[in-house]
T-cell receptor, first 116, second 113 residues
Framework: NAGVMQNPRHLVRRRGQEARLRCSPM?????VYWYRQLPEEGLKFMVY????????ESGMPKERFSAEFPKEGPSILRIQQVVRGDSAAYFC??????????????FGNGTRLTVT | KQEVTQIPAALSVPEGENLVLNCSFT??????LQWFRQDPGKGLTSLLL?????REQTSGRLNASLDKSSGRSTLYIAASQPGDSATYLC????????????FGKGTKLTVNP
């Protein structure tokens, strides 16, 4: 039973380009969460999705950032027109239905985005 | 707004010592508290989850306690080993917070052989 899979592990983009980060949740998990870890900062919640629905995007910047979790395929975090301040580690986590309160989140190894 | 603080930010101990990591949170209305371990360049590994109705959880050499009313949790590591070296993160889910975890900045632990 594979864990949460994120790819790519490392991503380098020039300012102004687009970054697409992918996350495949654990088998049987229908809830996906994205967190961002800036250098020397703690992890910050960005967005919470269920299949085809955004449940809570209160932590996501209003501009340039978007997330989806389609019926088929991985969840995608998309950052348009990247800036240096977007450089961070982006982590995806998954849980089963209504699992957050009773079972721990399972995290992927993250995608480290570097904007040059 | 929930805030989570971890003290100390870094800790260096000789192998074999027992140690305590501290976590405090400002809003005691939580569903649960979780301790994670993060190794450099890696993701997070869940260590212990304490429900709001529980006082402690144990796994091997790890013991986590929760005092919800005072907004505190401790992670006790017995007989520390060099392999315990990592950053330890504390996180809570706040009631009414739509299931998102609020993290502290972590305690970076180094266990010296």
């Amino acid at each position: 039973n594979a864990g949460v899979m994120q790819n790519p592990r490392h991503l380098v983009r020039r300012r102004g380009q687009e970054a697409r980060l992918r996350c495949s949740p654990m088998k049987g998990h229908s809830h996906v969460y994205w967190y961002r870890q800036l250098p020397e900062e703690g992890l910050k919640f960005m967005v919470y999705l269920q299949k085809e629905n955004i449940i809570d995007e209160s932590g996501m910047p209003k501009e340039r950032f978007s997330a989806e979790f389609p019926k088929e395929g991985p969840s995608i975090l998309r950052i348009q027109q990247v800036v240096r301040g977007d450089s961070a580690a982006y982590f995806c986590a998954s849980s089963p239905w209504q699992g957050q309160y009773n079972s721990p989140l399972h995290f992927g190894n993250g995608t480290r985005l570097t904007v040059t | 707004k929930q805030e989570v603080t971890q003290i100390p930010a870094a800790l260096s101990v000789p192998e074999g010592e027992n140690l305590v990591l501290n976590c405090s949170f400002t809003d005691s209305a939580i569903y649960n508290l979780q301790w994670f371990r993060q190794d450099p360049g890696k993701g997070l590994t869940s260590l212990l989850l304490i429900q709001s109705s529980q006082r402690e959880q144990t796994s091997g050499r790890l013991n986590a306690s929760l005092d919800k009313s005072s907004g505190r949790s401790t992670l006790y590591i017995a007989a520390s080993q060099p392999g315990d070296s990592a950053t330890y993160l504390c996180a809570v889910i706040t009631q009414g917070g739509s299931e998102k975890l609020v993290f502290g900045k972590g305690t970076k632990l180094t266990v010296n052989p």
